[in-house]
């Protein structure tokens, strides 16, 4: 006679046992037809499921956000499913939801092609209307490694063989198609409308490249067709907005196979990169932050020293010089307690705060390449603070304030934060752990923050909070993070002279607002869709001429506004002025200076934005004004 206590805190009393669509439909006929599955005592179930005992029950619908994902996890079933009815010698191997949908992974004689995509496409949706029932069964490890290779199915006996011998194993089966998983899923194929096949792509089995190459199909899959119908137009937009198609369009960098990952930086791009690190260093110089600078290469044994060879070595580039061995820097924190150990520290100097727009390099493998999203060579806005236990809390405070206040500057208000805790492959005892994860979430709650606990993520040294922050089309990038280390300053001899003349180790804060400077810059490509602040912009104004007859003085409003420290080029050439007007707006310059005859006469130039808007007339003192006033404001105009 089970007691079921729904979210509301109201009872439902059975005299029997009942699932989990039983308990659906005593709720109401409306429920019943949208529940996906059911949450009992915080464990995701089946609709099918037996509540046999008192429970704390919800229901799951496309509503919500665990109900999204068994969604994308159904439909990439259901990708697998009609892959196999179109191609039965497939074979299936994974198929995991991934942000805003799914993939899965096949083996198979030939290429699929754009072709087959659309007929697998037509086959889902053909089987989708089927309404065909999805049943769960278990099958002991060897019974399911039978089952699979009595189908054909190598690559999933295989994942099963990797399975401890005891474990018991979930079957889900819809029609002739069954599939290995945890679950749960949709109770039928009809929850299943709104998805889009994307893509083909090639991914190596269990990611090794020495392993046979299998195909990947990837797919989105949403709670409603309008919600599928939103983020295809986001990826429209996004598409638009790629930062390597502006990149190129505006001639800002660019990457060539002599140097792959890195990123070659043209006039146009540097400039922005230099107003970012402008701006940064005005923040830091404020906050108190000594700007340094350390060596790119170092050696091995300080990398074995500070952990970071042990975790990281697969990822470092390497180098060998009379007898030793080396490594380019994938990160500045051991270089950075370095000079923290050069002479005897006092507490009095704590908190002593290190700055180091640090140029780091990472063997990141080929295929995760991405523009400036994803590179080999970075520069990170690096800092590290050396301080006491006691100061913990007001420097990691001080630096949530302006990591906020930051990126409010660059025009992101919505973020994201999340406490990483401590990972299985670490360094320092449990009791470290401990204490530094209740300092930070202890802090995050001072604060008053809003944040999610994001379990074993933190960095093997210390846990971390990380800010992530959501673009113009609500695309989420993770770009800040602090970090509490208790370790690293240990294990490479830092110390300092405390009040009563004991030595003791510092705590180490690591902490970065942008996290790199050429991600963060592909970020702001997209989310200005290229239409940069006036004080970020590479050329800040463009002088345009309507005829030869104005050349000089275009020529001598050039050096005017250049003197007075503004970004300013010309264009003189002999088009006509539409023509020239209409070439900068759409290089997105923020403001066009045009001049004919009747400025010459008036010793002015007219004035319009970007976006057409005409303001004018204006005296050269003026325009430098305007431009004055959009800089020293961060306008974001």
């Given amino acids: 006679m089970p007691n079921i206590t729904l979210p509301d805190g109201k009872q439902l009393h059975f005299d029997h046992s009942v699932t989990v669509a039983e308990v659906a439909i005593s709720i109401g006929a409306g429920i019943a037809k949208a529940a996906l599955a059911g949450k009992v005592n915080g464990k995701l179930v089946d609709t099918s499921y037996q509540i046999v005992t008192d429970v704390d029950f919800k229901l799951i619908t496309a509503r919500d956000a665990e109900g999204l994902e068994i969604i994308r996890h159904s439909t990439a079933h259901l990708l697998a499913h009609a892959v196999k009815a179109l191609f039965p010698t497939a074979q299936v191997t994974i198929g995991p939801v991934i942000e805003d949908g799914f993939y899965y992974d096949f083996a198979y004689e030939r290429a699929f092609t754009s072709e087959d995509l659309i007929d697998i496409e037509a086959k889902m949706r053909e089987l989708a209307d089927q309404n065909i029932e999805i049943t769960r069964k278990t099958l002991s490890r060897d019974q399911a490694i039978a089952f699979f290779r009595n189908q054909g199915e190598e690559y999933k006996a295989q994942i099963i063989e990797s399975i401890p011998a ?6 889900y089966q819809q029609g002739d198609f069954v599939d290995l998983c945890r679950g749960p899923h949709v109770p039928n194929t009809n929850k299943l409308s709104a998805f889009k096949l994307m893509k083909i792509a090639g991914a190596y089995w269990r990611g090794d490249s020495k392993n046979a190459m299998l195909q990947r199909i990837y797919g989105t899959a949403w709670a ?16 638009k907005r790629d930062h390597r198609k502006i990149g190129r369009a505006q001639n800002l960098f660019h990457f060539q196979e002599e140097a792959p990952g890195m990123v070659f930086w043209h006039p146009e791009g540097w400039t922005i990169v230099q107003q970012i690190k ?5 923040i830091t110089k404020a906050q108190g932050y000594q700007e340094i600078n350390t060596p790119q290469i170092m050696s091995r044994s300080l990398w074995e020293a500070s952990g970071h060879w042990q975790q990281f070595s697969a990822n470092m580039f390497t180098l060998a ?4 061995d080396f490594a380019v ?20 100097e704590l908190p002593l705060r290190f700055a180091e727009f640090g140029c780091c390099h990472r063997n990141e493998a080929s295929g995760a390449l991405h523009g400036l999203l994803r590179v080999r060579g970075f520069v990170q806005d690096d800092g590290h603070i050396f301080c006491t236990e006691d100061q913990i809390g007001q420097e990691v405070e001080n630096f949530i304030d302006s990591l906020f206040g930051v990126y409010k500057t660059f025009g992101f208000e919505d973020i994201s934060v999340k406490l990483s805790t401590r990972p299985e492959q670490r360094v320092g005892a449990d009791e470290i752990w401990d204490k530094a994860e209740n300092a930070l979430q202890e802090i995050l709650q001072r604060k008053q923050l809003k944040w999610e606990l994001n379990p074993g993520e933190g960095a093997f040294y210390g846990p971390k909070v990380e800010f992530k922050l959501h673009d113009c089309l609500g695309r989420v990038w993770q770009c800040g993070t602090v970090q509490l280390d208790f370790s690293m300053p240990a294990r490479l001899g830092a110390s300092y002279v405390a009040e009563d003349s004991s030595k003791k180790i510092p705590v180490m804060i690591h902490r970065a607002i942008i996290g790199t400077l050429e991600r963060f810059t592909g970020i702001l490509i997209e989310h200005y869709a290229g239409k940069w602040p006036t004080w970020l912009a590479p050329w800040q104004a463009v002088v345009l001429n309507i005829t030869d007859k104005q050349q000089d003085y275009a020529l001598a409003t050039i050096d005017q506004l250049t003197q007075s420290g503004f970004r300013i080029k010309s264009d003189l050439r002999n088009e006509k002025i539409g023509f020239k007007i209409r070439e900068h707006t759409l290089q997105r310059v923020p403001f066009l200076l045009v001049i004919g005859e009747r400025e010459v006469e008036t010793q002015t130039v007219s004035v319009r934005h970007r976006n057409g808007q005409d303001l004018g007339s204006m ?13 020293a404001t961060y306008d974001l105009d």
């Fill in 329 to 348: 820097k994938p990160m500045s924190c051991p270089g950075h307690v370095q000079i923290f150990k050069q002479g005897l520290r006092s507490y009095k």
């Fill in 619 to 631: 005296s050269l003192e003026e325009v430098s004004k305007l431009l004055e006033t959009k800089v």
């Fill in 321 to 324: 010089s009379e007898e030793r």
């Fill in 224 to 239: 409603d067709k309008k919600e599928l119908q939103a983020y295809l137009l986001r990826l429209e937009e996004a598409e």
């Fill in 166 to 171: 005891h474990e018991t194993l979930s079957l």
């Fill in 278 to 282: 402008h701006f940064l260093r005005k």
